[in-house]
């Protein structure tokens, strides 16, 4: 049994002399910073996408490899979408911390910046969480947009071409995965 197995392991404090508190940050292409410098060796990178979880309590984003942890700053999501491969009737996404899922479209959304987030690991420990797409995996989307439906009235419609309401959202993408077209709505401000 590792300590991050026990259910006191995140109340319990610092060792001595130290801080909970770090000055390690991952930015917004997914590349991570300690006391302003990059990160540059692979496997410590490596590491530390691996060890992303929340506080419990809190919900705050730590590091955590079960036998320490350490609050870091997120400069936007805590994942990253690196790759996205499609399978016959699914998309399977690549994450950052070398874990696979399938993709959800509906749960994604474009931000401000253009860049496409979604919601992954719903079902681990203190998801769900927010991934944004690589410019490399959001070009990989290219071959799976289509043009949207159109709808037949904005008064009949009340859904998105997915069936999800997208909030009208004209020039938002819509792609197709195997038969089923499936729309992606506007990022809203904060997660969820």
Same mark, same amino acid.
């Given at each position: 049994?590792?300590?991050?197995? /026990?259910?006191?392991?995140?109340?319990?404090?610092?060792?001595? &002399?130290?801080? *909970?508190?770090?000055?390690?940050?991952?930015?917004?292409?997914? *590349?991570?910073? /300690?006391d302003g410098r990059r990160v540059e060796h692979p496997g410590v990178? $490596?590491?530390?996408? !691996?060890?992303?979880?929340? /506080?419990?309590?809190?919900? @705050?984003?730590?590091?955590?490899?079960?036998?320490?942890?350490?609050?870091?700053?997120?400069?936007?999501?805590?994942?990253?979408?690196?790759?996205?491969?499609?399978?016959?009737?699914?998309?399977?996404?690549?994450?950052? +911390?070398?874990?696979?899922?399938?993709?959800?479209?509906? +749960?994604? @959304?474009? &931000?401000?910046? &253009?860049?496409?987030?979604?919601?992954?690991?719903?079902? !681990?420990?203190?998801? =769900?969480?927010?991934?944004?797409?690589? *410019?490399?995996?959001?070009? $990989?989307?290219?071959?799976?947009?289509?043009?949207? =439906? !159109?709808?037949?009235? @904005?008064?009949?419609?009340?859904?998105?071409?997915? &069936?999800? +309401?997208?909030?009208?959202?004209?020039?938002? =993408?819509?792609? *197709?995965?195997?038969? !089923?077209? /499936?729309?992606?709505?506007?990022?809203?401000?904060?997660?969820?």
């Amino acid at each position: 049994m590792r300590p991050g197995d /026990h259910p006191e392991f995140f109340r319990l404090p610092p060792p001595e &002399g130290r801080s *909970r508190e770090s000055s390690i940050r991952i930015d917004g292409e997914g *590349r991570f910073w /300690h006391d302003g410098r990059r990160v540059e060796h692979p496997g410590v990178a $490596s590491g530390l996408h !691996a060890w992303i979880g929340r /506080h419990p309590d809190d919900r @705050r984003y730590i590091l955590t490899n079960g036998y320490d942890w350490t609050y870091f700053i997120v400069d936007d999501v805590p994942f990253f979408v690196r790759a996205l491969r499609v399978e016959r009737d699914k998309a399977v996404l690549q994450l950052s +911390d070398g874990s696979e899922e399938a993709w959800t479209p509906e +749960d994604s @959304r474009v &931000g401000a910046d &253009g860049a496409v987030y979604t919601t992954v690991k719903r079902d !681990a420990l203190g998801g =769900p969480y927010e991934a944004k797409f690589s *410019r490399h995996a959001q070009a $990989s989307l290219g071959e799976l947009l289509v043009e949207a =439906p !159109a709808p037949a009235s @904005r008064a009949s419609r009340g859904s998105g071409p997915s &069936g999800n +309401d997208d909030g009208g959202g004209e020039g938002l =993408p819509v792609v *197709r995965i195997g038969g !089923a077209i /499936h729309a992606i709505g506007a990022k809203k401000t904060g997660f969820g």
